[in-house]
């Protein structure tokens, strides 16, 4: 697979400054390829752009990630982390419809352009894919996991519901509304039925306890 895209503009240099290393060059990098996947897309996501845009070399990168599709997905986890904070609401439901929220307006935003970039680009290349796949598999189960976990302790879950599939079940659902129907932000009525017609029943059908389901 060819690294380099056919033409595009220079990416902005960034000023002389004095070696970086360790953590705060690793941010620089990851916040480079984040800038250029944004701008350009996968397609135009090459080792020499974010090198040049982030000030450093492509052995500096190379080091850290073998390939473009390891970098791509890098940028966007750290991107995604920096913007991820558990929701405290003191239910369960209100947890989870508040962590849905916040997916559904990341996935709305510049990050989430960056993700579709990614897709895009797996089209194309199986490397990418294969990465893709590696790196979602748990679709972030230990925050899901964190939520159930204090429902476990304040008696509105079972301890058979800490499975990572079945804590992970809206956040799926959501991601397959953006991906099989191409919405552009999924409407707030699709995120209060996802949880309360399929994850809170299913949580209640766990170890035959579970939150209260609201009223039909």
Same mark, same amino acid.
């Given at each position: 697979?060819? @690294? ?17 290393r360790g953590a705060e060059l690793e941010r ?5 390829? #984040? ?18 845009? #982030?000030?450093?070399?492509? !052995? ?6 073998? !390939?473009?599709?390891?970098? &791509? ?20 439901? &209100? @947890? ?12 709305? +935003? ?9 897709? #895009? &680009? ?12 590696? !790196? +979602?598999?748990?679709? &972030? ?11 476990? @302790?304040?008696?509105?879950? +079972? ?37 309360d017609e399929v994850y809170l029943p299913?949580? +209640? ?12």
């Amino acid at each position: 697979m060819v @690294d380099e895209p056919s033409a595009h503009s220079e990416p902005p240099t960034q000023p002389a400054r004095g070696r970086r290393r360790g953590a705060e060059l690793e941010r620089a990098i990851l916040r480079a390829a #984040a800038e250029e996947l944004t701008e350009s897309g996968y397609a135009g996501l090459t080792m020499d752009r974010v090198a040049q845009r #982030a000030g450093t070399n492509k !052995n500096a990168i190379y080091r850290r990630w073998p !390939n473009r599709a390891a970098l &791509g997905i890098a940028a966007y986890q750290q991107m995604a982390a920096e913007t991820a904070e558990l929701p405290d609401t003191g239910e369960l439901r &209100g @947890d989870v419809l508040e962590l849905l929220r916040r997916a559904n307006s990341t996935w709305s +935003s510049p990050i989430g352009g960056i993700l579709r970039a990614l897709l #895009a &680009g797996a089209r194309d290349d199986p490397q990418l894919l294969a990465q893709i796949q590696e !790196n +979602s598999a748990d679709a &972030g189960s230990a925050a899901w996991l964190a939520l159930l976990a204090r429902a476990v @302790d304040r008696g509105e879950a +079972s301890p058979e519901a800490l499975h990572p599939r079945v804590a992970t079940v809206a956040v799926v659902l959501l991601r397959n509304e953006f991906i099989a129907r191409g919405y552009p932000t999924v409407p707030d009525s699709v995120l209060v039925e996802i949880v309360d017609e399929v994850y809170l029943p299913l949580i +209640s059908g766990r170890g035959g306890t579970g939150p209260a389901l609201p009223d039909p």
